[in-house]
């Protein structure tokens, strides 16, 4: 099933052949079962069979989950390119930027027609202004805008993202652009965020303070929209950011602490199924209430496997317990298989249940207190040999303290947990008093102080790794084969691990090859001018960025990384540039061109020089105009306008990207 949703994301096929092939394959499937069920064990036709039916079932799950394909898609209504009327209802918020309020929301009409599908509406930040609610429905008379793709290389592709969330379009309002309609709760994700701002509306009366409470809303109600960046920070640089998603781990404590409060009902008579319908229908409240996300849904979705088969006195595995949940999942949510949460939940746990038992029986603790360090110790291990290849892949970083934070949160972290849930059913009674507050305030500031005194020590936090794909998958051949070194102990799996090993190194050297040769890039940096030089594996950048902007700044680091580079260095910016048979004129605010003795292939406009541009092309005769991001967007359409009349090209880099010359 897998296969075939990678295969309906990445192939475009029609989805009405997709669909009735897919058909025609279960009914002979099915024919086929019939006819000779007692001697499918002989047939191998069968099992290709049924693969195929299940490629095709991922495939149809994918074309049925695609809101593009329905008739009212607003993509399909014909949207105008000035104005449109959008009635909506805010179906997520999502955290907000420095500018402004950030939400995704379901549009019910469009153009006074019946519509479907989802947008991202960004609302001007205001002192005054109200945050929506899950479940308000408005109206708004706006432009459609695309989604920015990225203008610098190796930049992270936002557009791409809400892709997957199927998200195309975008609007930007004022607080008066906006009519509310009804604000009313229709859905369960209305009364979830009901209860979360409820909830949140209590914490703040006790005064639990804003640090506090952001961590417990991350921890407990699954929202880490509120968490400061620099705390958000300390725990991604401490290798603990995953205990501020909730996922396996916290739902896992989450079905210990209810195993126990619910052990009495054991003692009637149908007392093993009542708590079983309990428990499955507290995880999944909890799922909601957490807003759903990928690794919530995977992790209730398998603890509740397990629960189910715990009372029903089954036996269960682990890896078909993964398999039925990733399964369930998928076929409702494909587009989650390409989340990076999803992929990376997944890995964890299958990192834990295959490799924590080998490491665990390296060492054999006598005393009860070591023994239970050691098994963190090696389940923390564990979890990162599954996702240091998947993780290093997407962030090209790795925290060399990851062991010493999580020994100490881990075993906390069914503390703070149970702990938390307690304090918000106190707050929900109005029971909650100072001292409560007081007392989990000061776990919560110790669990941050902790991880603030951890990610401190940037030597052991590993930046700017290059990782492709390539190597992510076969760094997880390398590991399976060596699991399998382990289990069978033969010369096969040996070699086969070896191999592996030869291939991560060719890799590597393909890659190390691959970044040699030399480019040109005029980068694109709102207010700013970057050019950068690259030779082989060394990069100059030309800049005129402050001290503070060139250590927040990204789009070198991204470069760096996606280029392999290995030593960087930095000059001022120049008049003129010469790379290979190209001569580039560099015109800033002075206007300075006059009077050159060389005739420039391209002339690169920064700074918005106050210049008449039809004397410019006529004087110098260049091939192309670069204008980048550091000039007026009112001089660049100016500028524009005067290349199309004399027909020479333009390139403005805040709308067609970088420009670059390989």
Known sequence: MVIGIVLAHYVNISFDIILYSTIVLVIVLGLYWLLLKTKIDRLPFFGLLACLCMIGVGMSSYGIQNEKLQSYHYTNLNPSENYN???FKIRERLKPDAYNDKYIVSVNSFNNKSASGKLLINIR???LNQSLAVDDYLFTSTQLQAIQKPLNPHQFDYSKYLELKQVYHQIYLKQDDLLLLRNSKSTIYGYADQLRTKINAKLIKAEFKDEALSIMNALLLGQRQTIDKTIYNNYVNSGTIHILAVSGLHVGILLLILNFLFSPLLYLKYGNVLRGIIIFVILWSFAIVAGLSPSVTRAVTMFSIISIAMHLKRPTNIYNTLVISAFVILL??????????????YLAVLGIVSVQPILYKLWKPKYWISDKLWQIFTVTLAAQAGVVPISLFYFHQFPGLFFISNIV???????????????IALALMNLLNNSIVSAYSFIIDSLNSFIA???QFEDFLFRDIPFTILQVICSYFIIMALVQVYKH???KWLVISLVGVLCFQSISFYNSHKTQGDSFIVFNKSRFS?????HNNKLLIHHNLDSVKQKTDNIVKNFVVGEAIDSISTNTLKSVYQFKNKTLLVIDSLGVYKGISFKPNYVILRNSPKLNLNRVIDSLKPDLIIADASNYKSYAKRWKATCKHKKIPFHYTNEKGAFIID
């Open 125 to 127: 930040k205001d002192s």
């Open 530 to 534: 970057m050019i950068g030089q690259k």
């Open 85 to 87: 009327s959008i009635s």
């Open 409 to 423: 949160v881990i075993p906390f972290l069914g503390l703070i947990l149970g702990f938390g849930l307690l304090v």
């Open 453 to 455: 005194w951890v990610a």
């Open 489 to 491: 102990k033969n010369f």
């Open 332 to 345: 409702f949510k494909p587009t989650f298989l390409f989340e990076v949460g999803f992929q990376m939940s």
